[in-house]
Nanobody
Framework: QVQLVESGGGLVQAGGSLRLSCAAS????????MGWYRQAPGKQRELVAD???????NYADSVKGRFTISRDNAKNTVYLQMNSLKPEDTAVYYC????????????????WGQGTQVTVSS
């Protein structure tokens, strides 16, 4: 089992910044990818950004140039630096990890954090 603990959400004015963190713990051999999804009221959950342990990153078009994802592989932690926030970024942000438990297994399992609220006021 893998546990994901998120932190860093909150209330910010439009144009401001927030940094989200997510630390994974438990039976982990590797995590690929690790990243963030978000879900606004009445909308489907959508990918915000993710990153591989090799450093490749992927962003939603709506956040490119404003958000930056990074990973500390030694700490099994992923960060999301969010700049120039807009009211439409308001959502619950969920950490996501696709984790492999051991060297002996090639099975990857999806894990989710509990979510952290990000609210951007206009």
């Amino acid at each position: 089992q893998v546990q994901l603990v998120e932190s860093g959400g909150g209330l910010v004015q439009a144009g401001g910044s927030l940094r989200l963190s997510c630390a994974a713990s438990g039976s982990i051999f590797s995590i690929n990818p690790m990243g963030w999804y978000r879900q606004a009221p009445g909308k489907q959950r959508e990918l915000v950004a993710d990153a591989t342990d090799g450093g490749s990153t992927n962003y939603a078009d709506s956040v490119k140039g404003r958000f930056t994802i990074s990973r500390d592989n030694a700490k099994n932690t992923v960060y999301l630096q969010m700049n120039s926030l807009k009211p439409e970024d308001t959502a619950v942000y969920y950490c996501y990890a696709k984790a492999r438990a051991s060297r002996r297994s090639n099975v990857y399992t999806n894990y989710w954090g509990q979510g952290t609220q990000v609210t951007v006021s206009s």
